[in-house]
């Protein structure tokens, strides 16, 4: 199936409401935006840009990878992604570049789903009809006290949800336990709780401190304690808490996960595969993280990744954002996923099962 066609474009979406988490605030996303055409389909695939810099996506598909792909045949996508990656070595095997690759891949494997009229989760090898979910939100934005944190995630449980995720990190100890405290207090002891760090602390020793406290209301894990590169500082931190460390979704390729896992930094992985290199490079990850005994449960996009957790045995959860307040791609999407239970209930429309649409 030769693919005849590939662009992409840069979007940004403001927020309804600035928010922030342990090191910044956010008050717009830019996405970028791939299509691919091919003789008998066509695909979408996407990233997070960050607050800036959609355009540094959309050069490197332009300038770098359109003329890698265009001709070729769409399923030959092992054969394509190495290409890819030999073209962008110079420039950058990680960052915009190897989100840029990423969106390719997506796309060509949406295009062979649909042309083959199957969802993006069948063709991948699943069977499971519904994949676990948990509700990601608890930001922090001006006038958000501990009560309205915990009246945010009561609701998410009130909605059905058996799990949910919070910031941490931006506030001093007793700030901090403020929070967890209500939280845990409200949803009760059997809803788990997730805490997401966002690279807030700078060394083993604040994070423990962190963390002695923080065991004290039974956190599912942990994530990102740290800058995604200090691997070690990771390794540390898990051998001297009882929480598991998840990490990963800023990372790319195989053996930045190999270095992971190799190293005890990461528990849990949350590659996401609009970084990592794309599905194709999603898989051998998970592969790797499987021979380890660490499973998946991948960052953002979860109309993209609830495909990969039903298709993938070493799949655990999604990451699920209940309205656009946070993950505005939403606003995007033809389809919305159908969430029931806090169980995303996978459908049968031929590969990611949605059109993108413009602002």
Partial sequence: MRITGLSATSIRLPLKQPLAFS????????????????EASHGWGFNYAGTGGGGVVVAAVDELLRDVVVGEDSWDVERLWAAMYQ????HGR???????????????WDANA???GLPLWKLLGGHAQTVPAYASGGYYFEGKDASGLADEMESYVQAGFRAVKMKV?????????ARIAAVRERVGPDVLVMLDANNAWADVVTAQRMMAMFEKYDPYWIEEPFSPDDKRSHAALAARTSVPVATGEIEAGRWAHL???????????????AV??????????????AAHGVRMAPHWFHDLHAHLVAGDANGMWVEYFPDSSVLNFRDLVSHQLDVQDGQVRMSDRPGLGFEIEGP
């Fill in 94 to 108: 990680v960052g915009s570049v190897m989100r840029a690759l990423s969106a390719i891949d997506i796309a060509l």
């Fill in 87 to 90: 073209k962008v070595l110079l």
């Fill in 169 to 177: 990190g931006r506030g001093d100890l007793r700030s901090e336990e």
């Fill in 259 to 273: 270095e992971l896992l190799g190293q005890g930094s990461a528990q849990i992985l949350q590659t996401d595969a």
């Fill in 114 to 116: 649909r042309s083959v």
């Fill in 276 to 289: 990592c290199g794309g599905i194709t490079e999603y898989r051998r990850i998970s592969s790797l993280a």
């Fill in 23 to 38: 090191t910044r605030a956010v008050r717009h996303r830019d996405y970028t935006v791939v299509r691919v055409e091919t």
